[in-house]
Structure formats: structure tokens, C-alpha cells
């Protein structure tokens, strides 16, 4: 099966812009979260989805958002972008609705100058 | 509150000698935790969970419930060892991990 794929691998935005990530689970799995990745915050939870359902959101600001359709793809929004969300961007992929094995994707490497 | 705690940034070895990675938590209830491993520009993957208590790659873990602790050990570090490693614990009914800071593990031949 294929892995976990984030597109696009790499962005550079400037501060204000707005930005939309992509994130294609594996086949069959139905549950999506994602996670920022910084050097001094580490990895922190952002969002989850089942089932084009938000069933738990990080401690973020509203500017961040997120959403899932009917095929289990998912994406992430950054609005009103700032220097701070500078930050690997992971997307991770499960099969159950309570399943804590999860595939993570590459990343999206989002820098905003 | 809920945490993982990798009190060591980074953590240097040289070949064939033992390797234990540190993890401490808290958490009220039953965790299930788990070690992630990243190494070089490749992508975090699952390296062991406590429920299965295998063994991978030589890496081995016990939950300790009265410490609440579930440190990664491996008796002889290899130089592929080298990578970030994560301690992390899932949140039932929250549908998250919670990872710690992450231990850099540098191993030198």
C-alpha cells in the first residue's frame, strides 16, 4: 500500500498570505490528524478527523483549520500567516476510529517570511 | 496535566555500549504509550508500544506504572541507531498523541 502523501513538500509564504496543505491517508483508513513540528515546541497536535468529522482540536488559534471529505482526504488552513508558524506540518493516517497506530505522512515544510 | 517528559535533548554512545532512552509520564489513567523513532530525512514511524512488548531492532521498553516511567533500552547500540527517538502516549477518547521533546541518540563508532 502506499504510504501517507502531503502535498506540496515544501512552501515559502509571506506573512499575512494564507496557506492550504494537502494530506492523502492510506487506503482504507479513515482517521487523519495532524501535528506541527517546531525545534522548540517539538510535536504538537493540531487536529483530528473521522469520517469528515473534527473529533478533537490542538490548543491553537483559530487561524488554523481544517477539514476532511468524503474520500478521507484531508487539508489544513493557516490563515493571516505569522513567522512562528514557520514549522514541519505532519499528517498522520489510521485505520480505526480509535486506533493509536498511525502512519505519519513526510511533512510539509511550510516557511513564512 | 497530561505530559510526556524525555528529560535528555541528546544522548551520546559509542558503538556496543548499552542505550537507555528516558520517558517519564502523567497521566491519571491507564496510558498506552509508544516509542517513535525519525532518523534522517525520513518520516516518523512507530518503533514499539508497550501493549505488544516486543522487541524491535533490539529495542525493548517496560511501562513501569509506579515510576511512571517507560524508558527504551537496547544492550548494544549500532551506529544505524542513530536518530530522534519520541516517547509518546495516546489520549483515549481524545483521539491524540502526546509526544515528549524528543532524545537525540548519537551513536559513534
Known amino acids: 500500500k502506499a504510504g501517507v502523501t502531503q502535498t506540496p513538500r515544501y512552501l515559502i509564504k509571506t506573512r499575512g498570505q494564507q496557506v492550504t496543505l494537502s494530506c492523502s491517508p492510506i487506503?482504507?483508513?479513515?482517521?487523519v490528524s495532524w501535528y506541527q513540528q517546531t525545534p522548540g515546541q517539538g510535536l504538537q497536535f493540531l487536529f483530528e478527523?473521522?469520517?469528515?468529522?473534527?473529533?478533537n482540536k490542538g490548543n491553537f488559534p483559530g487561524r488554523f483549520s481544517g477539514r476532511q471529505f468524503s474520500n478521507s482526504r484531508s487539508e489544513m488552513n493557516v490563515s493571516t500567516l505569522e513567522l512562528g508558524d514557520s514549522a514541519l506540518y505532519l499528517c498522520?493516517?489510521?485505520?480505526?476510529?480509535?486506533?493509536?497506530?498511525?502512519?505519519f505522512g513526510p511533512g510539509t515544510r511550510l516557511t513564512v517570511t | 496535566a497530561q505530559r510526556v517528559t524525555q528529560p535528555e535533548k541528546l544522548l551520546s554512545v559509542f558503538k556496543g555500549a548499552p542505550v537507555e532512552l528516558k520517558c517519564n509520564y502523567s497521566?491519571?489513567?491507564?496510558?498506552?504509550l509508544f516509542w517513535y523513532v525519525q532518523y534522517s530525512r525520513q518520516r516518523l514511524q512507530l518503533l514499539l508500544r508497550?501493549?505488544s512488548r516486543e522487541s524491535i531492532k533490539g529495542f525493548t521498553a517496560d511501562l513501569n506504572k509506579g515510576e511512571t516511567s517507560f524508558h527504551l533500552k537496547k544492550p548494544f547500540a549500532q551506529e544505524e541507531d542513530s536518530a530522534m527517538y519520541y516517547c509518546?502516549?495516546?489520549?483515549?477518547?481524545?483521539?491524540?498523541?502526546?509526544f515528549g521533546s524528543g532524545t537525540r541518540l548519537l551513536v559513534r563508532p
Open positions: 498522520a493516517s489510521s485505520f480505526h476510529s480509535d486506533s493509536y497506530e498511525q502512519y
Open positions: 487506503s482504507g483508513h479513515r482517521s
Open positions: 478527523y473521522f469520517s469528515e468529522t473534527q473529533r
Open positions: 497521566y491519571s489513567g491507564s496510558p498506552e
Open positions: 508497550h501493549i
Open positions: 509518546a502516549f495516546w489520549m483515549d477518547s481524545s483521539y491524540k498523541l502526546i
